[in-house]
DNA sequence: GGACGATTTTTTGCATTCAAAAATGATCCG
DNA sequence: CGGATCATTTTTGAATGCAAAAAATCGTCC
């Protein structure tokens, strides 16, 4: 039970850029510092207790993986929210989730379903957007990682990561939780069935629909 | 006809930590040095001219691209190719391939049919292996950005660097070149017909062939 | 009163330095 | 002669230092 299962753990071993990186993207993901906002690094510094070489190491770890914006002499922002960039990361994630379903319905082992069942379940207990959160991320994650394909499951992870900063947005709406999982339940359906391109199709649109719950939130936040 | 259109160009300008991953990428990507080899930080810095500050930045974004293995406090290696791991650089690939076809076949605009056609064209005049290698690259490419999806671009290229390490066990064999050119040929009737899932099927079918040529020459050269 | 420009302050990018860990090699003992 | 132990060298990880660039501050002039 070593920790790795968790994405979204704060690994505490290894060395420190990498905890930076786990710790920075946290910040981010927490939405403590706001969109655009500059990254004063001596202030990180401070707070995490290090020298800036290994803070800068993580900035660029992050800005490769699309967290943060890293303009030459001009500091470091938080890459900015922007909506068409959404919609494309939700596109992108759309192929993904069909992939999962085609490839988690076949090789799926007794713990993934497990694991996969359980999640399902404890989400049905917990209908407060707060937990949803959390259990809804376990879920999908755990169907990812069903796949057994780990070059998947990264890109997977890195993507999901990038759109989770948008869960204040759309968490909030209890309507779509509740067709959330609706949505789910079918999921789990064509699952247990073991029906590849049902599950494959369910994903896809599972996720269609969550981007575009997630867009109209945006337009709405903009007005 | 300033210098983004190509991919593995090895952009000067920017700072500094940003050419020498691109450098050393390209270093990696050459076969300079062998899988698995040992990564000398002060031989690189030499050669690169910089101190081990930005050298190693570039090498934790190396890390997290798949190029390189960070060991705590042991030094970086060239990450090792492991077939199971191309079967599943493969697999995911297929995911991407297939909404590419999908999505460039309904929006490639005049500027995109002229790039793919023209790339397409060139690759007819150069059967022999050495130029192949870069004009696929960039077939290829021209379909992925004529999604115009970054940030599938974007995931495409990653993956496509990490598969190209692989280029030297297979492009090799004419025979799979040529067979690669006829599968072409498919894909440009079926994207001239803007066929979106004829062309997607091909695309995810010519990737699955050349996965499965590459981890044949693989086998080989282990044999 | 407000805009422009010079000067100070801060921040950034990279090189250098230093301590700790690992690799190497020499010595000693069985 | 082989293997284990310990000193030496090398390499790594991170902090510090320094020069250049940008931002902020302030004074001056219109």
């Not at 900035?59 to 068409?84: C, H, M, Q, T, Y």
């Amino acid at each position: 039970m070593a920790g790795s299962t968790t994405a979204l753990a704060q690994e505490e071993a290894g060395t420190l850029h990498e905890q930076i990186v786990n710790k920075l993207r946290g910040v981010l993901l927490n939405g403590e510092l706001a969109d655009g906002a500059r990254i004063p690094e001596a202030l990180l510094c401070l707070r995490f207790g290090i020298s800036r070489t290994p803070l800068r190491e993580a900035l660029k770890v992050l800005a490769a993986e699309g967290f943060v914006e890293l303009r030459p002499n001009r500091g470091s922002i938080v890459a900015p929210i922007d909506p068409v960039e959404v919609a494309h990361l939700f596109e992108m994630k759309g192929a993904i989730e069909h992939m999962i379903g085609r490839l988690a319905a076949v090789r799926a082992t007794g713990e993934d379903v497990a694991r996969i069942e359980q999640a399902h379940g404890e989400l049905a207990l917990h209908p407060d957007p707060a937990a949803y959160t959390a259990l809804n991320q376990e879920f999908h994650r755990a169907l990812a990682a069903a796949t057994h394909n780990p070059v998947l499951l990264q890109t997977y992870d890195n993507l999901q990561k990038r759109v989770l900063r948008l869960r204040f947005v759309v968490n909030e709406n209890p309507q779509r939780v509740l067709e959330s999982f609706g949505e789910h339940e079918g999921i789990m359906v064509a699952f247990r069935a073991r029906a590849r391109l049902d599950l494959a199709e369910r994903l896809e649109e599972h996720n269609r629909l969550t981007g575009e719950a997630v867009r109209r939130a945006l337009k709405g936040e903009n007005a």
